[in-house]
């Protein structure tokens, strides 16, 4: 069975760090490019960054460039995205997803699996 399952979210104070995990399981995420999404309360879902399965190419929105980098280990079959100097309004719940055909970087996507999400709040 194919299944995106992301860990590392939490409450964090501004200016602060967290790292997101993304682990495939049932399929090759070597294969798949993965796209981060997010979506806070009330708003709609954002595409936030995407890595292709090379791991050649990568795109982040505006709001999160220079702040967030998203990178892949294949051989852990996870990709990450580390969440540096963040902000009130990161605060949602993030999503990985993955798509095959094809197997590029491409914001918002279209994406064909995705996790249940991870929930990250940034709060003093």
């Known amino acids: 069975q194919l299944q995106l399952v992301e860990s590392g979210g939490g409450l964090v104070q501004p200016g602060g760090s967290l790292r997101l995990s993304c682990a495939a399981s049932?399929?090759?995420?070597?294969?798949?490019?993965i796209g981060w999404f997010r979506q806070a309360p009330g708003k709609e879902r954002e595409a936030v960054s995407c890595?292709?399965?090379?791991?050649?190419?990568?795109n982040y929105a505006e709001s999160v460039k220079g702040r967030f980098t998203i990178s892949r280990d294949n051989a852990k079959n996870t990709v990450y995205l580390q969440m540096n100097s963040l902000k009130p309004e990161d605060t949602a719940i993030y999503y990985c997803a993955a798509r095959r055909r094809p197997a590029l970087c491409a914001l918002p996507g279209p994406y064909e699996y995705w996790g249940q999400g991870s929930q990250v709040t940034v709060s003093s």
């Open positions: 049932g399929f090759t995420v070597a294969n798949y490019a």
């Open positions: 890595i292709s399965s090379s791991g050649g190419n990568s």
